[in-house]
Structure formats: structure tokens, C-alpha cells
């Protein structure tokens, strides 16, 4: 395996010594506020970076308030749904743009019909090396919950203006395994799954495809992996590695594949998590000419707190970085130390990175008022 030199790694550690101090320079943008734009709340943040620049922040749009074990009384399609652990399955895919590296945003995009048959729910996305952006999320039965979803696709050739129609696949006990969790391989050049994208898939390892997203493919559950897939991420290591984290209790679980994901060995790595999801991408450097380096460093984006159990512990969304391909990780960054959840991570540029992520304006537990952008500066 290729590790960063001693030099770069260095700089890794001198920035997680100083990354309370990050917090005063960092640019942090409302995307999604709650009781807007026709929706009670928006939750799942799902955010992509387009060939051109354009950033696009996915999410899903609830007809009701969520709060942890909290009911509530507005509309919901279903018994059995409106009544399941007091959340409400009225859902829907809805995406906004920034064209100016996220200090605007447009309106909401719905791109979804939340009704009495069915809701949406986790969206992912992956960018290929041609520009071709990848949505993936799933279409659930109401009366069956996330019993019966369909693994959803749909595709954009212009940068995120426009998408396909829905290409519907094969019907799954369990739902897409994200949000944020989609990759795109770019750097394995020669190697049979340069190209390839993938997609975890909660209990049943990856889906994929080899052609650009005309034919998907579901990688078998490798021995480590069965029965451990929850909400996952993947990312990618010059190596020709593909790096999968996994939420697992309070103590994540790691996975890494050669062979472009179809088999997954885990292995250990010293992070915490309070049993939230986890978003992760793979940040690559510049070289003298402005061009891609050799060497690459890990993100992952998450509440960074050892307050347990649920709800309280979801606060504090920080960044961390590996540079020995996902095995140590060291704080870079605090984004928000109060209350926060969901996340997803990207590269905007060769110095800085975006998190889009949930949070709260009160004390925990976290209550969902809004999905803000921050943008933190890589070294």
C-alpha cells in the first residue's frame, strides 16, 4: 500500500493539533430550513460536486417534523407507516444548485411523487471520470415500510440540470445502503473496474456497474461482510484499493477490497462514532502542476462525541483524515459543535472540502432545523 510521505503527514498532524482553532475561518451556508419550500423537514443530506463546479445538495423533503421519540400528528399515507417509531414515510427526493461554490442556492427541485403507494428515501450519488452523475435511491412500499423498495437510478449528462427517467431494479428486503455512500473507481488505470460504480447495499455487499449505469450488477455478501452492512460509504486509495465504512453500533466497522469491490476483507481502524451515519470520500492533493498527485488522504465526516446512548450523543460534526489508507484517523476540523447527524462529505477543489450535514440551533436532543454547508480548508 501507498502511504503519504513523512512530509505530508506532518502536515496531517499539525492540523488535527489545531482544528478547534479552523472553526473561526470557516464558511458555513443554511442550505434547507425546516417548515420551507412545501416540507416540514428536510433530512439525509446527499451533497455532489459536478464536472463544471456546480454543487448539488440532495436531500429528502418530509411531509412531517422528525424529533427523536417525539409523535406527531400531520399527515402520513398508511397505518403501519405513520405509526413506525413516530416518523413519517411521506417522503421525497428533492435536490437544490449552487453555481457559485455554494454561497447561493436555487429553489427546490422535486424529483419524486411521495403518495399513498410509495415514499423515497436515501439518496446517493457518483460522479464518473466522463462527468456522468449517478442517483441512486430507493422507492418503498408504504404499507410494507422498508420491507419492499426498489433500487431506483437515475442519470444526468449536463452537470446536474436534468435528470433520466427512473430505471427501477429488483425489489430488496433492504434499502440502498447510504445516503452518500456511492463512488465512481478513477484511479486504477488498466485494472478491469476502472470506471466502475458502486453503490453499498445494506446486507447484501454492493450494487454496480461496468457500462456506465445501462446494466446493474449485485456483488455477492463477502464472509466479513455479511450481516454487517448498514448505512456505508466508500472511497477510493491510489493503491487501487476501495476503502468501505461501515455504521456499526458505536464502534464503526471497516472494510477494504482489491478487486474493485466484489470482495471485502475487513480490518481495524481507531475511530469512534455514536452510532450514526458516517460519510467518506477520497481528497487528492495537487501536484507542482496543478494536476492530481500520486498520493491521497481519506475524509470522513460525522458526529465526533463518546456521549452515549442515543439521541444525545449526535452533536459535535467533525472531520477526520487517514493518510495509511483509512486505518488511523486524526481530527482536521470541527465543523459544529452542537447538535448535528447526518453528513456527506466532498472535494470542491485541490485545498478544500464541503460537508453538508443536519444540525440544531438548541441543546440536543437534535431537533432537524436545518441542512447547512460548511466548507473546511484540507492540508
Known amino acids: 500500500m501507498k502511504f503519504m510521505d513523512d512530509l505530508s503527514y ?10 478547534f482553532a479552523l472553526c473561526a475561518d470557516m464558511v458555513d451556508v443554511k442550505v434547507y430550513s425546516k417548515l420551507t419550500e412545501g416540507y416540514k423537514t428536510f433530512r439525509i443530506p446527499c451533497l455532489t460536486r459536478s464536472q ?24 402520513c399515507y398508511g397505518a403501519k407507516a405513520s405509526t413506525h417509531d413516530n416518523y413519517c414515510v411521506d417522503k421525497d427526493i428533492v ?37 456522468r452523475i449517478y442517483l441512486m435511491y430507493s422507492r418503498c412500499t408504504v404499507a410494507e415500510y422498508y420491507d419492499d423498495c426498489v433500487d431506483t437510478i437515475q442519470v444526468s449528462d449536463d452537470n446536474g440540470e436534468s435528470f433520466t427517467a427512473p430505471m427501477y431494479l429488483n425489489h430488496h428486503h433492504e434499502q440502498i445502503g447510504g445516503p452518500s455512500g456511492g463512488w465512481a473507481v478513477r484511479y486504477a488505470p ?14 447484501t455487499g454492493v450494487l454496480y456497474s461496468d457500462d456506465r449505469g445501462k446494466t446493474w450488477l449485485y456483488g455477492p455478501a463477502s464472509p466479513d461482510m455479511r450481516g454487517d452492512t448498514n ?22 466497522k471497516f472494510f477494504r477490497s482489491t478487486d474493485g469491490g466484489l470482495l471485502w476483507k475487513e480490518y481495524k481502524a481507531s475511530l469512534m462514532d455514536p452510532d450514526c451515519q458516517m460519510s467518506m ?20 465526516s460525522h458526529p ?42 466532498v472535494q470542491v477543489n485541490h485545498t478544500t472540502a464541503a460537508c453538508l450535514y443536519e444540525r440544531s440551533e438548541g441543546p440536543p436532543p437534535v431537533d432537524f432545523d436545518s441542512i447547512n454547508i460548511a466548507f473546511v480548508m484540507v492540508k
Open 52 to 75: 463544471n463546479g456546480t454543487l448539488l445538495a440532495f436531500a429528502e423533503g418530509r411531509v412531517r417534523l422528525d424529533r427523536p421519540g417525539v409523535g406527531n400528528t400531520s399527515l
Open 190 to 203: 488498466g485494472k478491469p473496474f476502472q470506471g466502475r460504480v458502486l453503490q453499498p447495499k445494506r446486507g
Open 304 to 345: 465526533n462525541t463518546n456521549i452515549l446512548p442515543e439521541p444525545n450523543g449526535r452533536q459535535n460534526m467533525t472531520i477526520h483524515a487517514s493518510s495509511d489508507g483509512g486505518v488511523t484517523w486524526l481530527p482536521i476540523a470541527r465543523v459544529y459543535p452542537g447538535p448535528s447527524a447526518y453528513s456527506s462529505i
Open 95 to 131: 435536490v437544490k444548485k449552487s453555481h457559485d461554490g455554494g454561497l447561493s442556492w436555487t429553489s427546490l427541485d422535486v424529483l419524486t411523487n411521495s403518495n399513498k403507494t410509495y415514499f423515497y428515501s436515501n439518496p446517493n450519488t457518483a460522479v464518473d471520470a466522463g462527468g
Open 231 to 252: 448505512e456505508a460509504a466508500i472511497a477510493e486509495t491510489f493503491d487501487e484499493s476501495l476503502i468501505m465504512v461501515v455504521r456499526h453500533g458505536y464502534t464503526p
Open 10 to 19: 506532518s502536515i496531517l498532524v499539525f492540523c488535527s493539533c489545531v482544528y
Open 281 to 300: 470520500t477520497t481528497f487528492v492533493f495537487a501536484n507542482d502542476k496543478g494536476e492530481d498527485a500520486v498520493h491521497t488522504t481519506l475524509l470522513i
